[in-house]
């Protein structure tokens, strides 16, 4: 019932993100508790908890550094001070209670529209968390700028208008970046592919870049005066079309035919300059053909015979392993995102290594709380030993000694990333590069001497005395080298450049590594010796994650190419380009050289952050305006909405660092507003909802109303629940008012109660539930002069489920799901109802394509007590146009609330079958049907990926006796007791709802029915 099912969603919302009354889903897990801790700035409070304060320093330098720099452009002034949430780990980060979604390894932060929140992880490295903070903070003022503040200002704003994915995330992405190598590669690769859309279809990664690319191609052409004006008027029209007339004099169409123009003009002379990554080496991998878009993490093995890599062709990440020689089809090593101690590979900072001998391989994996190495057979895929470190927030890039002996790793820890030593055989580690400064990649010299890794320590060392850093200089990393205690540190290239992936070449004197130094990520030649240096690759499209066997002269890399991720080998690296002396920069490197940060916009000054110590805090050369860099700020004047900022003595100490203050719970509105849907029970049904949490997401508390005159009439839900622990917690109270026309005239029904649910996740993937209530059942009849009927009960129920399924499309793609329930009320009076159930709900999806699925489900139930639970079978949820097989009187409407509705069983109708106990087996093969549907009449309609189903449904509910099967009058054998229909049907997303339609026949084995015509709406099982 949908009203059931409204009232689920409204208790999910209240309770928990982890929790899904009655349902699945997997789980978000708090395995400390955090003690939280904030600091101010002008505009900003930042949030932190244990070993965060460094990374808050930071976070607070940035932040003031964006405002100034956004405002002045956009020429905006904050309405409300926002709030900065930072977490050591992206692990922590993915548990947050600030978000009903599990925040995958892709999510680097994100930003609240009604909390004026902003949420991120220090991910290990300096310019990927100032960018991350930039970018959200971009976000944050935008909203301010076009909604204004509050969540009633803001969803008013919204229902009015929404920001254009590409313009919001475009915008996010310039005002952070402006432009670089990275971004410009992008856009190279989808102009010269042909694949970058028009303005209006900018999506995905595009919505990113594109839009990015388009703002910076709008500055350019037209001067950083038309992307403030785009936001002045865009904010007042509130119609992208109709700004875009009015700023540019053209539409999006017309805008998006010069755009491109002058994409082509820049990017198709590359096309004669440059190679593509296929003309320097061989893909082994083809993204197209598998329909995937990540290949990367390539590993030679020592000999280079085979080569392991991480691929996402099947919809989940898994490591392959595939021949060098023979072109034998690459196998499945490990998979992922299925079991707790696979939740996550790391795919956005990938590291595969072989054992000296190529019998095992080691990689980085999320396995629960924290991250772990793992060493796997290189054969048979079974894990051999494992290392996790508690004290690390992160582990990443291992890199097996040529002795077999240590593993190095990057890891991280409050907020610090250094080279660890992994040594096998005493299962310790040591810390390599103890300091501030974020160390990546490790690599080993063949003879084990050495270790070589990226570094951006140049970046501090290379300003004034007192380590000043420059924004724009955060990406600026070199190669370093240090003998294998760490000892000897040598900085090795020098540029003021993105140099990166460093590996050795079959001798310690010889190392290759990654450069963007011409605007294209290409592939150099060092000799550690001479200094000799020089460019083996000039690549159309850039080479990342180097790897090369020890044996022979294989190379092997990634490339960003033809809209996805490919590896790329080379048996004979150095003879293709020997002669290769220099490379021709980009334009967009002639354009900017190494000042691609600087906006043209002479108004923006530097300025010292604020008179915290030089030593803590080398942050002076951010951007910020006049009263941050003095630590005070005027009280005249001031547009900031919420009062809450403490004068500058308060937020800075006498030795001008942050003073730290504890969190107390602060609560406000997250929501505020109306839900509905249909039923064919209930009909539409509609709620006002209202949901306040504190800043945290640790409390929770939500109201429901539909009032209709007075309580007695009225739906009433209140919950509260408490979610900073394992253990997450939550109670509701109820009243609910229901209308009954029967034969003897209208029935009301009062269902009033209240309940408390307890949930623990053993993992990601698996749970257990208590849900203890109370109900009353109050049932009167409103014309005629009845009994009133009154019924109590006491559920408990306990349940253990699982989920490891991931979404395609319109419903589960691969995976298993179960739920299996112990439901009862005990018999604790004779008023009492009692009774006792066993509920098992069991769903395997098994891909078949990376489009289509078989789709399997087994259900059964048994219940008994006086008063058992009644098992209704037939028909299908939300089903539009329903049908009854059976009415229902004033015996059974009471019962209707102690039973479960069983589908689907398509064919037929509700009530079909009623019974104590009942099993249903489901299967359906979901596949494409209709990739574009345009129609011009009887109305212009386009629609996208219509999926199809062929389907068979066999179930029966029943008491105490069952025949499966009896003999007709003519000898044939012929289902009884037991329903069984077939069908086909399709799904399709109409946007605001997702349409199923089924043709169904019912078959006993002997006759077939003809096929009844169903709609429903909503997801597949």
């Known amino acids: 019932m949908l009203k059931r099912l409204l009232q689920v969603i409204f208790f999910g919302l209240v309770l928990s993100p982890g929790v899904q009354a009655q349902g699945f889903g997997q789980n978000k897990i708090q395995y400390e508790y955090q003690n939280w801790q904030y600091i101010q700035s002008k505009h900003y409070d930042i949030y932190f908890y244990d070993g965060g304060l460094p990374a808050a320093e930071f976070a607070a330098a940035v932040a003031e550094s964006a405002y100034v720099h956004i405002s002045e452009v956009v020429g905006f002034k904050m309405q409300a001070r926002t709030v900065i949430i930072l977490y050591n780990s992206h692990n922590d980060f993915e548990e947050t209670n600030l978000s009903s979604q599990i925040q995958d390894e892709s999510v680097g932060g994100f930003t609240e529209f009604f909390k004026n929140r902003v949420t991120l992880p220090y991910d290990g490295s300096a310019e990927g968390f100032r960018h991350v903070i930039h970018h959200e903070l971009t976000h944050a003022l935008q909203l301010q700028f076009y909604y204004g503040t509050g969540p009633g200002s803001i969803i008013t704003g919204i229902t009015g208008f929404m920001l254009p994915p590409w313009f919001a995330e475009g915008s996010a992405e310039y005002f952070s970046r402006r432009w670089d190598s990275e971004s410009d590669n992008f856009i190279r690769d989808a102009v010269l592919a042909n694949y970058l859309p028009p303005i209006p279809n900018l999506y995905g990664f595009l919505a990113y870049k594109g839009g990015q690319a388009f703002l910076y191609w709008v500055e350019r052409k037209y001067g950083i005066g038309k992307i403030a004006q785009l936001n002045q008027v865009l904010k007042r029209r509130k119609n992208i079309e109709e700004t875009f007339k009015s700023v540019f004099g053209m539409t999006q169409l017309e805008m998006t035919e010069v755009w491109h123009d002058d994409m082509k003009e820049e990017y198709w002379p590359e096309i004669a300059a440059r190679q593509k990554p296929g003309d320097y080496a061989e893909a082994i991998t083809d993204h197209q053909k598998n329909i995937n878009f990540v290949n990367n993490s390539p590993a030679l093995s020592p000999d280079g015979s085979r080569l392991a890599y991480l691929s996402d062709n099947n919809g989940a ?17 490990i998979g992922g995102q299925k079991e707790n101690t696979l939740e996550e590979f790391k795919w956005l900072r990938p590291g595969i290594s072989w054992s000296p001998d190529g019998s095992e391989i080691v990689f980085a994996a999320k396995a629960g709380q924290n991250d772990a190495l793992y060493i796997v057979d290189a054969t048979s895929g079974k894990k051999r030993k494992r290392l996790v470190q508690p004290q690390l927030n992160g582990m990443w890039s291992p890199a097996w000694s040529p002795d077999g002996s240590r593993i190095a790793f990057m890891g991280t820890r409050k907020g610090q990333s250094d080279i660890y030593l992994w040594y096998l055989e005493k299962d310790s580690v040591t810390n390599l590069t103890n300091d501030r400064y974020s160390d990546l990649e490790p690599t080993w010299s063949p003879n084990g ?36 205690d760490g000892s000897g540190l040598r900085q090795i290239t020098a540029d003021l450049f993105t140099d990166k992936s460093p590996v050795f070449y079959h001798s310690s004197d010889t190392l290759l590594f990654v450069s963007d130094r011409n605007g294209i990520d290409n592939i150099y030649f060092h000799a550690l010796s001479s200094g000799e240096e020089r460019p083996l690759t000039n690549l159309i499209s850039g080479a990342n994650q180097l790897t090369c066997s020890i044996k022979n002269q294989r190379l092997a890399f990634t490339s960003f190419h033809k809209g996805g991720y490919d590896i790329y080998l080379s048996k004979t690296p150095f003879t293709i380009n020997d002669t290769l002396k220099s490379l021709r920069p980009t334009a967009f490197r002639k354009r900017s050289g190494i000042n691609f940060r600087d906006f043209p916009d002479g108004g923006l000054q530097e300025a010292d952050s604020t008179k915290l110590s030089k030593e803590n805090r080398p942050y002076r050369k951010f951007v910020f305006d006049d009263d941050f860099k003095k630590g005070t700020f005027s009280e005249k004047n001031n547009l900031l909405a919420e009062n809450t900022e403490l004068p500058s003595d308060k937020r800075l100490s006498l030795n001008g660092k942050f003073i730290k203050r504890a969190y107390t719970p602060k609560f406000s509105l997250d929501y505020v507003g109306g839900y509905g849907g249909y039923d064919p029970f209930w009909g539409v049904q509609g709620y006002t909802q209202f949901i306040v949490s504190d800043l945290m997401g640790s409390h929770r508390i939500g109201v429901g109303l539909n009032i209709i005159r007075d309580l007695a009439n009225s739906d009433l839900v209140i919950g509260w629940s408490y979610l900073p622990r394992r253990w997450d917690i939550g109670t509701q109270v109820f009243h609910f008012s229901n209308y009954f026309n029967t034969g003897q005239g209208i029935e009301r029904l009062e269902h009033m109660g209240g309940q408390m649910n307890f949930q623990y996740p053993f993992n990601r993937f698996r749970r257990f539930e208590i849900n203890l209530g109370y ?17 109590k009960a006491v559920p408990l129920t306990v349940s253990l489920v699982s989920d490891n399924t991931d979404f395609r499309f319109y419903g589960p793609y691969s995976g298993t799901r179960y739920r299996l329930s112990l439901f009862g009320s005990p018999d604790v009076a004779t008023d009492v109802l009692s009774f006792y159930t066993g509920l098992l709900d069991w769903r395997h999806y098994l891909p078949i394509t990376r489009e289509s699925n078989l789709a399997l489900r087994l259900s059964a139930g048994y219940s008994s007590g006086r008063n058992p639970y009644q098992f209704i079978l037939g028909g299908l949820d939300n089903w539009l146009n329903y049908k009854f097989a059976r009415g229902l009187d004033r015996i059974s409407i009471t019962d209707f609330y102690f039973s479960q509705l069983t589908t689907p069983l398509r064919g037929y109708g509700y009530y079909e079958q009623v019974g104590t106990r009942f099993f249903l087996v489901n299967a359906e093969f979901r596949f494409p049907l209709v990739d574009y549907l345009i129609m011009r009449f009887p109305l212009p309609l386009w629609i996208t990926n219509i999926r199809g189903a062929a389907f068979t449904d066999i179930g029966s509910a029943w008491n105490e006796h069952f025949r499966g099967t009896e003999l007709s009058s003519t000898g044939g054998r012929r289902l009884k007791d037991i329903a069984m229909s077939f069908g086909w049907g399709f799904r399709v997303n109409l946007g605001v709802f997702l349409l199923r339609m089924d043709a169904a026949w019912r078959s006993d084995l002997l006759k077939t029915s003809k096929p009844d015509y169903l709609f429903s709406i909503g997801t597949d099982f």
């Open 317 to 333: 990440f898994y490591i392959h392993v595939l021949s060098t020689i023979d072109g034998e089809k690459a196998r499945k090593l």
């Open 775 to 791: 109900t009353y059942l109050r049932e009167k009849n409103l014309v005629y002069n009845l009994p009133v009927k009154n019924t």
């Open 449 to 484: 001497s050495k270790i070589a890794f990226t570094s951006d320590r140049s970046t501090f060392q290379k300003g004034a005395s007192d380590g000043a850093l420059l924004v724009e200089s955060l990406d600026n990393t070199d190669i370093f080298l240090m003998a294998s």
